[in-house]
């Protein structure tokens, strides 16, 4: 069964983050720390006083509300999801995954240009915000993918394509081994691209470069990555305790990993983070860092790529072939891994082209 869902956080629940920002116990800091310790004191401060005084979760709850939302029951476990209808009947049905620390609200400002030519559900992965908390292992991506395929059937779309970024993307190709029959396309706008053992191809100058990054990145692997894949429950202790120690841990990715030249709003950047602290989630969406499968089933549908300069890695073309039928490919010209809140605009568009071109050719 589908029921509409209306987003109604208790007062209660307000007060008691208000409260618990008021008290928050700070560290001290060493002089002229920068980033040299972790995220810097001062702008940490800034962001939680903002958080406490001035910024307004009631108005941006109204905002999230003029939208359609839903949730459904798959596989025991509460899914949430955007559901939008394109005015033209027989447009292409498309879902859309975000990644962690993201949500659904990665592709608002992605909803006006796409539906216009689709379909779109935008759900949020099981464990994160209104599709959290998860009570059992397992919620790996392609179980996920696999939901994913009950709720485009419920909602009756047989044919459809998948997008996302980060662990939609991993999510979205899954689809594609999972439901190759029903899945159009997949486009992601990340794809990390590993070394490959048994066959080195001819690389160009940036491609080498790419990949010298990503070596250095696998040899030295981030310790956020690491724990949350190690000990997701333990950090979650205090993730779900702290609203400054979740707004740290999301806020310190949100500002490694944007395009300088393409930040991030403020306000939506704790929409963002208040959905983890509201849904006391923190625990449960860190467990895809555990659960997420090592072994990858083979995407069997075609795959579109969009490459972005700030991106934590970038894709390496030549490697990308080995493991995938790509069919389109673009570098686009600034943005980092949120894509789709840093450049919307950018983003939607390379998605309209891929998925068109897939309609034309069916």
Not at 208 to 220: D, P, T, V
Not at 297 to 306: I, N, T, W
């Amino acid at each position: 069964m589908i029921k509409p869902f209306y987003i109604a956080i208790p007062q209660a629940d307000l007060d008691d983050l208000s409260d618990r920002l008021a008290r928050t116990r700070w560290p001290n800091e060493v002089v002229d720390a920068g980033w040299d310790y972790g995220f810097p004191l001062a702008r940490l401060k800034e962001l939680a006083d903002h958080w406490r005084t001035t910024y307004d979760w009631r108005k941006h709850e109204a905002e999230l509300n003029e939208l359609p939302h839903f949730t459904t029951e798959i596989d025991h476990q509460t899914v949430h999801f955007l559901h939008l209808r394109s005015p033209k009947p027989d447009a292409l049905p498309l879902i859309l995954t975000h990644g962690w620390p993201g949500s659904f609200l990665e592709f608002l400002d992605m909803i006006e240009p796409l539906s216009q030519d689709f379909h779109l559900v935008i759900p949020s992965i099981p464990g994160y915000g209104f599709s959290g908390p998860t009570h059992e292992r397992g919620w790996d991506t392609v179980r996920i993918a696999t939901a994913w395929d009950e709720l485009m059937n419920r909602l009756g779309y047989h044919q459809y394509g998948a997008h996302g970024g980060d662990f939609g993307a991993g999510i979205s190709l899954a689809l594609g081994a999972v439901a190759p029959d029903r899945v159009v396309g997949v486009h992601v706008n990340y794809l990390p691209t590993r070394p490959d053992p048994d066959v080195t191809p001819e690389l160009s100058a940036t491609d080498e470069a790419r990949l010298a990054k990503i070596k250095h990145l696998m040899a030295n692997r981030p310790p956020y990555q690491a724990l949350l894949a190690s000990a997701p429950q333990t950090i979650g202790y205090a993730l779900t305790d702290s609203p400054v120690g979740q707004l740290a841990w999301i806020a310190e990715r949100f500002a490694q990993w944007t395009d300088p030249a393409t930040p991030i709003d403020d306000d939506r950047m704790l929409t963002d983070i208040s959905l983890y602290w509201l849904t006391a989630t923190a625990a449960s969406s860190a467990r895809l860092h555990h659960d997420a499968p090592r072994r990858i089933e083979p995407c069997l549908v075609p795959v579109g790529v969009a490459v972005l300069p700030h991106d934590i890695t970038q894709s390496i073309r030549p490697l990308a072939e080995r493991r995938y039928q790509i069919v389109h490919w673009s570098e686009l010209p600034r943005g980092g891994h949120f894509a789709a809140m840093e450049v919307p605009d950018l983003l939607a568009e390379d998605v309209r082209a891929f998925f068109l071109d897939r309609t034309a050719r069916s």
